[in-house]
């Protein structure tokens, strides 16, 4: 997006915008985690696209909290899994996630992040100085591109005993066939044990798609499509 008025141009930019708020969090003296990696990785973008959704968007004037919670659940349950023997992580549309380099994690585990080449690459170029707590590898891939990703999932499952993978911030993008198609991708392999999800009610999904944040995302050819009426059990 060419416009200097379109305050989200991408989906990358998104992550640059959610980054903004760990990195908020991060300064609190009682913060619920430590991300010292989150304000680079937001960048001036990420922080100018907070500020501007904050002005007068009903999602954008409300603190970070949402996006701060759903941080610590995820840090708990993949601690959990973690601790209960997962081997490899495999992080989808991973963005400006810091996991690898701010949590205490064995340093034989297996990390891999997969994502678009652009936000691959702006990540690589922040990171670059940086060190890893684990085995961290990074993989550019559309994750619509089902031949690509299915042999992906193929190559990693022979590669661990016990995957976790995480999707933050992900499936709300993604219309419910392409949830469901995806979910049957992960359930092929016998070693993806676990999928640590978040899912928007359909209540909530009308809001976010309705409200000036969903015409932003829309603007840049990005849309909240996810939030089954069946809640989990459309798994």
């Not at 937001?42 to 501007?52: D, L, S, T, V």
Request: hydrophobic content about 45%; aromatic content about 10%.
């Amino acid at each position: 997006m060419n416009d200097p008025n379109t305050i989200v141009r991408s989906v990358s930019d998104t992550a640059r915008w959610v980054a903004s708020f760990r990195a908020v969090e991060t300064r609190r003296p009682d913060a619920l985690f430590r991300d010292p990696f989150a304000e680079r990785l937001a960048g001036e973008r990420g922080f100018q696209i907070a500020k501007m959704l904050a002005q007068g968007t009903e999602q954008g004037s409300a603190p970070g909290w949402a996006w701060v919670a759903r941080t610590w659940q995820f840090d708990f349950f993949l601690t959990r899994l973690l601790r209960d023997g997962a081997d490899l992580v495999l992080n989808l549309a991973a963005g400006l996630d810091a996991r690898p380099y701010r949590m205490e994690l064995p340093s034989a585990l297996q990390w891999v992040e997969v994502d678009l080449p652009e936000i691959i690459s702006y990540k690589q170029e922040i990171l670059a100085a940086d060190t890893p707590k684990c085995r961290l590898e990074r993989v550019p891939l559309d994750l619509s591109d089902l031949k690509g990703r299915r042999a992906l999932f193929e190559a990693l499952n022979v590669r661990a005993r016990k995957i976790a993978v995480v999707s933050e911030g992900l499936l709300v993008y993604f219309a419910p066939e392409e949830v469901a198609t995806l979910a049957r991708d992960l359930a092929f392999g016998p070693k993806f044990q676990n999928w640590i999800i978040e899912i928007s009610s359909a209540i909530q999904l009308l809001l976010m798609q309705q409200g000036s944040l969903g015409k932003h995302l829309s603007d840049a050819n990005v849309k909240f499509k996810f939030g089954p009426p069946e809640g989990v059990d459309f798994f």
